[in-house]
């Protein structure tokens, strides 16, 4: 009995310790998958966001430019647009008016929610009339490959997260196909009609985004603890 007891002793800390690694491992390889799930399905959130607004702006714009552009008050801070010279007018009573283009309204629409630190997007392309709009490295290697496949291939465009000065941020761009309506200003460019005439791409920032996921990870990780503790 002295013999057997330690013997006993030993062979129920084996089976505690396989047990246990048992119950760790596979605790582990669940709640490592739980959390990739539910990061995926927060960025999955992010993404649907940013395709939300870029339809959003496509429909701005091609309203826009259906229209033939949109005349608003001229103003100190609502002055002629140098791309479009000589398009001013004025009407009976004096007051002056200047056009705005679906470009010009994509750049002023992303200057306001920018100031207001929510998401910012842009129209940029690889045949630029205004240096503002020359692409980022994300961007010039989405457009390369929209011109490359066309729009038919590529109209769900390219997403990726990034940073941006120090901060996480989460990217779609989308093409822009020529119409109609586009080649009274682009013509002269070489576009004809169904050609990519560039793209509009969202940046979202992952502030939030990453500290919720943050938080999911600390509980995970306490509740896979306090289970392999049990």
Known sequence: MIKSFPQRISLRAKFILFGGSIVTVVIAVLFTWMLMQSEQAIIDQVDAQARSILRQIVITRQWIADQGGMYVRKSATRTTNPFLPGTDIQDRTGLHYVLRNPA??????????????????????????????????????????????????????????????????????IPLRV????????????YREGDVRGGISVTIPLDDVMAAISRTRVRLIAAGMCIVTL
């Open 104 to 173: 010009m309204v994509t750049r002023q629409l992303s200057e306001y929610t920018a100031s207001l630190n929510q998401y910012h997007f842009r129209i940029t392309s690889l045949k630029l009339r205004n240096r503002a709009n020359a692409p980022n490295a994300f961007e010039r290697e989405a457009l390369v490959i929209f011109e490359r496949l066309g729009f038919d291939k590529t109209h769900d465009g390219i997403a990726q997260r990034d940073e941006e000065t120090g901060k996480p941020v989460y990217r779609r761009i």
């Open 179 to 190: 119409e109609e309506t586009c080649l009274g200003c682009h013509r002269d460019q070489g």
